[in-house]
Each structure stands twice: as C-alpha cells, then as structure tokens.
C-alpha cells in the first residue's frame, strides 16, 4: 500500500480544482472532504465520488478518455492527439488501451468487488465495459480507453 502511495504521488502533481473549466460536482465536494486525509487505492471502488475524483484528475493531468470510444466520428480528435504525442498512427494509437495495460487490475477478488459495489446489474456492466480497476491512478476503468501513462504487460489477471 505504502509503495502505490509514493507511486500515485509521484505520477500525481495537482488537485482536480486546480483546474479550471467543467467539472463534476460530487468529485469537487469529495476532493475538499478528504483534504489531508489517506485514502486506500482501493477504497475508491466502493466510493463512487473518490473513484470520479481520482478519473477526473487523470482525465485533466493524463488525458484519460475518449468520452465513449465506440463513437468513431466523436473521438477521432482523441485519438489523432495520441498518435500525434507518440508520433505514430492512429491505427497504431488505438492498439494501447486499459485493457492491455500493466495498471489495469482485472484479478478475480478486484473483479467481484466491482461487481458487488455497482449492485445488481454488477456482473453485466463489469462484463460489457470489461472494467478493470488503475493501479496507478485509483479509479475503475474501462477496457476500451486510455491514457499518457499507458505502459505494456497487462492487464493483470493474476
Ligand atoms: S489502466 Fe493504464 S491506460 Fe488505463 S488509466 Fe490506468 S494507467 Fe492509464
């Protein structure tokens, strides 16, 4: 636990109301509650305002996203910018998700606590987003996007 502390940390530089522009009120609110205060990685599977808190960041500091990566038209722009940082194509971009990233926690034990904290259609919606939980941002993702901070190796399964 200790070491993913340091981890996020270091990854981690702001607050989400450093930054300005829309943003969801329930993560706002929750990002003043905790304050100083720890919270477990983990904790945010159950806690749907610290896991929007903890998304919310990684979308202003790491570009997590796009918005719905089924749209085609919608997130092109997305995916042109990736391709564009990594200097390579958009076919190229598309092939580095959450769904094979080393940070995407798709373990048995995390898998049945998604399940279980989103309640009964749990099994179906986990199953459908192919959710996984980020080892290094603290948030439920989904298989299809991504982020800056994507590395090779995963997911993890086990
Ligand atoms: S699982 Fe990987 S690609 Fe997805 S948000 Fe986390 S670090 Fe980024």
Redesign the pocket.
């Known amino acids: 636990m200790k070491l993913k502390q340091v981890i996020r940390d270091i990854i981690l530089e702001g607050n989400l109301s450093d930054f300005d522009g829309p943003n969801t009120p329930a993560a706002l609110k929750k990002e003043k509650e905790i304050g100083n205060k720890t919270v477990k990685p983990h904790d945010a599977i159950e806690d749907l305002d610290l896991n929007t808190l903890n998304r919310n960041v990684?979308i202003k500091e790491?570009r997590?996203g796009p918005l719905n990566p089924s749209d085609e038209k919608g997130s092109a722009q997305f995916w042109e910018d990736k391709a564009k940082m990594w200097d390579t194509t958009v076919e190229a971009a598309k092939q580095s998700?959450?769904a094979n990233?080393g940070?995407?926690n798709q373990k048995p034990d995390v898998i049945k606590k998604i399940e279980k904290a989103i309640g009964e259609e749990g099994d179906t919606i986990a199953k459908e987003a192919n959710l996984?939980f980020?080892e290094?941002?603290w948030f439920k993702?989904a298989g299809a996007?991504?982020?800056d901070?994507?590395?090779s190796g995963?997911p993890i399964k086990k």
């Open positions: 990684t790491y997590y998700r959450c990233c940070a995407f996984g980020c290094f941002f993702c996007r991504t982020c901070a994507w590395v995963g």
